[in-house]
């Protein structure tokens, strides 16, 4: 399910936060990718957090860094019966059992995962 | 995607921690020596640092001292969200109304570009009322994070308040990635906004731990499935506590004060009704 009206800024927020976050661990060094983990659930468009980048970095050091988004799959545990389930919509609700007390395993992230620089 | 991207995926679930606790691995320093594990990337002239910080880290640390700089003073504070138009204002003036007179109530507003959310407050009870507009930076922030709440809270004065309301930004999106240092969240829903807003929303319904639905008096008038809208809100948050209110005719109003009242009395927990 896509979430339609999901707005930009929601993108560009996020962005920054990442332009940031690689910023500072970069160092002034040049920058060529940046990864991040985006879980499901965090209700962000590839696509739109794409554009965002471009927006975003092309005003800093980071303009030739490419942005490469890994999604992760949003997974919850019954605990009930204990089977994972893959959600393919953000209802939790167990895939086996229907049961709806369930934990989260993953699906929530946002984390910049890695900084690629160029050798000196 | 990339070749390696796997020889850290493994990293990623950190035994279901949450997101939200911040720094979820600890930094690896830029030094090459520090960075064996990928090897594989200096054959290209390339060196990768593993960084693996979540985004939101800076704006909960913040958010941490916001917490604890309340607390100090004995401030409880709720972060009220939703979607513009769903009422807060106007149920946010019902409460002070009815309990400014018994608890010294700050709001802090969080608005784009105008104070006219706090002028409708004016006279209502609240003890000190402070206005952050997200304004500044490129287009108006549409959220408040950690930090606007942080200068909004210098101009409080936090020691004669026992609550702070935050009127956060109409916007069924943002604001509920962004922790301000708040106690505990609270979400108003219209029934005029439609029964799938949880289905579609599930980021700003899960963070909730109280959902005000607002202007039931309406209900006569829409095709508004109550029944369904229920259903929804709970398949995504199971444990959120519902209040159904109108501010407008005062229904479900005192439920929601004394809710509101109890979050000085206890810990947040989500409560079982």
């Known amino acids: 399910m896509l979430p339609d009206e999901v707005q930009v800024m929601h993108e560009l927020s996020i962005c920054r936060a990442i332009a940031s976050t690689a910023a500072k661990h970069a160092e002034g060094r040049p920058v060529t990718q940046v990864t991040v983990q985006i879980g499901h659930l965090r209700q962000v468009v590839p696509d739109a957090l794409q554009f965002s980048w471009e927006v975003v970095s092309s005003a800093t050091d980071l303009k030739d860094a490419e942005l490469v988004i890994e999604q992760v799959p949003a997974v919850i545990e019954c605990l009930h019966c204990g089977a994972a389930t893959t959600l393919e919509s953000p209802i939790l609700v167990c895939g086996a059992c229907d049961g709806s007390e369930v934990k989260l395993l993953s699906g929530e992230e946002l984390l910049v995962v890695s900084i690629d620089l160029v050798d000196a | ?273």
């Open chain 2, 1 to 273: 995607m990339h070749a390696d991207g796997t020889s850290h995926v493994h990293e990623r679930d950190h035994d279901g921690r949450h997101p939200h606790d911040g720094v979820t691995s600890q930094v690896v320093d830029g030094a090459p020596s520090d960075v064996g594990d990928h090897s594989g990337y200096t054959e290209t002239g390339q060196t990768r640092i593993t960084i693996l910080e979540n985004l939101l880290s800076e704006n909960d640390r913040v958010a941490d001292d916001n917490g604890r700089r309340l607390a100090a003073s004995g401030v409880r504070a709720v972060n009220l969200m939703s979607s513009p138009g769903a009422g807060k204002t106007a149920l946010l003036r019902k409460t002070l109304e009815r309990m400014g007179g018994s608890v010294r109530i700050g709001v802090l507003e969080g608005d784009i570009a105008t104070s006219l959310d706090a002028d409708q407050l004016e006279g209502a009870g609240a003890t000190a009322i402070s206005v952050v507009n997200t304004s500044a930076g490129f287009g108006g922030e549409c959220h408040l994070d950690a930090v606007m709440v942080q200068s909004g809270m210098e101009r409080l004065p936090l020691s004669d308040l026992d609550l702070l309301i935050i009127e956060n930004v109409g916007n069924l999106v943002c604001p509920a990635e962004f922790r301000v240092g708040e106690h505990a969240r609270a979400m108003v829903f219209a029934v005029t906004e439609g029964e799938e807003k949880p289905l579609k929303y599930p980021v700003m319904f899960r963070a909730a731990d109280v959902v005000v639905v607002n202007k039931i008096d309406l209900l006569p008038h829409l095709d508004f499935d109550l029944d369904l809208f229920l259903s929804n809100l709970t398949s995504v948050n199971p444990q959120a506590r519902i209040i159904l209110a109108s501010a407008r005719s005062g229904e479900g109003v005192e439920e929601w004060c004394d809710w509101l009242g109890g979050q000085g009395e206890r810990e947040l927990t989500h409560s079982e009704d």
